[in-house]
C-alpha cells in the first residue's frame, strides 16, 4: 500500500492529525463485509504489549468481531481493553515481539478501506506499569534438550513484582526482559512444560499464572484467576557482576 493511503486513514482517524508513522504497527486491508482474519504484517522488532485498532471515520459501520496476533506462527487472541477505543492487550499485557497481527471484521459491503493498528502508547495503570528492562548482567540457562520455562520475582518500591514466562529454548542461555531491574535479592521458579516432576524452587511462595505470560503484584495475586503460589529459589544479585542461573 502506498504511504499516502495510509496516512490519509490515520488522519481521517485523528481528526486530520497524522499519528506518527513510530506509532503504526501495521494496516489491515478491508475489503467490507464479513472478512475472517485479515492479516497485516509486522516489521517492527520493538516490544508491544498494547495495541489499539484506528477504524477510520469515513469506514463507518465497520465493527471489529476479533483481534489477535502471531509470534512465530502461534495465534493469540488478544483481549479487548477498551471498546471505545478498541484497544486490545497482547497476551496479558506482556511485552512481546509479534509478527502479524490479525482482525475478523464485519460491515458494510461498500465500507472497503485501511485500517492502522498502532503502538499504544498510553498503557499504564494497574499490574503493567514500568519500563522493560534488559538485565544483561544475568543470563538464565539451561542444558537440558527442551526449553525450560522460569518466572521472577523482584522488588519494585518495596512491592514484590512477579513475571513469566522467561522461555529458554534447550542448550541455550537468555537474557531476561523484565519490567524493573533484577539486583539485590530475587527468586526464581523454573518448570520443564510436560513434566510436572521436574521443577526448580525450593523457599518461599510467590504468584504465578499458569499458561499464559503475566505480570503481577505478589500482594495482588488472588484478584487474578488461574493462580498459585509454588515455591521460588533465592539468588543475591549484584548489578555490577555477571550472574548465570542455570535450570538443569
Not at 512481546?96 to 471484521?105: C, D
Not at 523454573?190 to 510436572?196: A, Q
Amino acid at each position: 500500500m502506498k504511504l499516502l493511503t495510509i496516512f490519509a486513514a490515520l488522519a481521517a482517524f485523528s481528526g486530520g492529525t497524522f499519528a506518527s508513522q513510530r506509532d503504526l504497527l501495521t494496516v489491515i486491508q478491508y475489503g467490507g463485509g464479513f472478512k475472517q482474519d485479515v492479516m497485516g504484517d509486522v516489521t517492527s522488532k520493538d516490544l508491544v504489549s498494547e495495541f489499539r485498532v484506528a477504524i477510520p471515520a469515513f469506514c463507518q459501520g465497520v465493527e471489529v468481531l476479533e483481534a489477535a496476533t502471531y509470534s512465530e506462527g502461534v495465534k493469540d487472541i488478544a483481549v479487548l481493553k477498551d471498546s471505545a477505543k478498541l484497544i486490545y492487550s497482547v497476551r496479558g499485557g506482556t511485552p512481546m515481539r509479534i509478527g502479524k497481527v490479525s482482525l475478523t471484521l464485519n460491515g458494510p459491503a461498500s465500507a472497503a478501506c485501511a485500517i492502522p493498528v498502532l503502538v499504544n502508547e498510553n498503557s499504564g495503570g494497574g499490574v503493567h506499569t514500568g519500563t522493560l528492562v534488559a538485565n544483561e548482567h544475568i543470563s538464565l540457562c539451561t542444558d537440558r534438550h527442551r526449553a525450560v520455562s522460569v518466572v521472577t520475582a523482584f522488588q519494585v518500591d518495596g512491592r514484590w513484582r512477579v513475571q513469566g514466562w522467561h522461555t529458554i529454548p534447550a542448550h541455550s542461555c537468555i537474557t531476561p526482559m523484565t519490567k524493573g531491574r533484577l539486583e539485590g535479592r530475587i527468586y526464581t521458579h523454573g518448570v520443564l512444560p510436560g513434566l510436572i516432576s521436574v521443577i526448580w524452587g525450593s523457599e518461599r511462595p510467590f504468584c504465578v499464572r499458569s499458561g499464559m505470560h503475566f505480570n503481577v503484584w505478589d500482594d495482588e495475586c488472588f484478584n487474578y484467576s488461574g493462580v498459585s503460589r509454588p515455591l521460588f529459589s533465592g539468588h543475591d544479585i549484584d548489578p555490577e557482576v555477571k550472574t548465570t542461573l542455570r535450570f538443569n
